[in-house]
Every structure is written in structure tokens, then in C-alpha cells.
């Protein structure tokens, strides 16, 4: 079993920082790739930001230059800093990781979400 906790959600203001955690845990043989999504209310849900085990970042055309992920690899962490929020931004924030355990290969894995509110 794999369990992914999402950390760091809130009301912020337009134009403030906002930075999400989440953090692998259970048996975990390795982390493929580990990413967020986010998911507006009545919209799909849409990648964010990915970060596979080599380092290698991909973001969303709408966060380029605002957002960063990275990872801590001992800690089977992934983290995302919000900068220069903007309402848009508003969404339910989704943790997703690519993850072999020690009985299966490269499995899908979800958190379940943590809410981000750009409002003033």
C-alpha cells in the first residue's frame, strides 16, 4: 500500500506565495515521477507540474514562470511553490506519483487533494 498526503493548502490573496507539500509513504521500492494536478470547479482535471527521478520539470503553459516543483528523494517528498497567484489558480490541488513497489511496477497513485483559494 502507497499513500500520498498533500500539505499546504489555503486562502491566499492574489499576487501572494503559497507552497504544497506531498509525501509519499508505505512500500515504496521507487519513485518514478511525481506530479501535481489541480482541478477547478466544473473543469477537467489538468496536469500542473511533473518532475520525473531524474530531475526532468514540466509545467502547465499557465504556471511557467510561477510555479516550481521539486523533490526531495530521501524523503519521497514533492513540493510545489505558488508564486504570484492569481484567482485562476483556484482549484482543488491533486499529488500524483508514479510509484514501484516492491510488488508491482510503475502503479498510479493519487492523494486526495488539497483546496487552494486565490481570493482577496
Known amino acids: 500500500q502507497v499513500q500520498l498526503v498533500e500539505s499546504g493548502g489555503g486562502l491566499v490573496q492574489p499576487g501572494g506565495p503559497l507552497r504544497l507539500s506531498c509525501a509519499a509513504s508505505g512500500s515504496i521500492f521507487s519513485i518514478n515521477a511525481m506530479g501535481w494536478y489541480r482541478q477547478a470547479p466544473g473543469k477537467e482535471r489538468e496536469l500542473v507540474a511533473i518532475i520525473t527521478s531524474g530531475g526532468t520539470t514540466n509545467y502547465a503553459d499557465s504556471v511557467k514562470g510561477r510555479f516550481t516543483i521539486s523533490r526531495d528523494n530521501a524523503k519521497n517528498t514533492v513540493y510545489l511553490q505558488m508564486n504570484s497567484l492569481k484567482p485562476e489558480d483556484t482549484a482543488v490541488y491533486l499529488c500524483?506519483?508514479?510509484?514501484?513497489?516492491?510488488?508491482?511496477?510503475?502503479?498510479?497513485?493519487w492523494g486526495k487533494g488539497t483546496l487552494v483559494t486565490v481570493s482577496s
Open positions: 500524483h506519483g508514479v510509484i514501484t513497489t516492491f510488488d508491482y511496477y510503475g502503479m498510479d497513485y
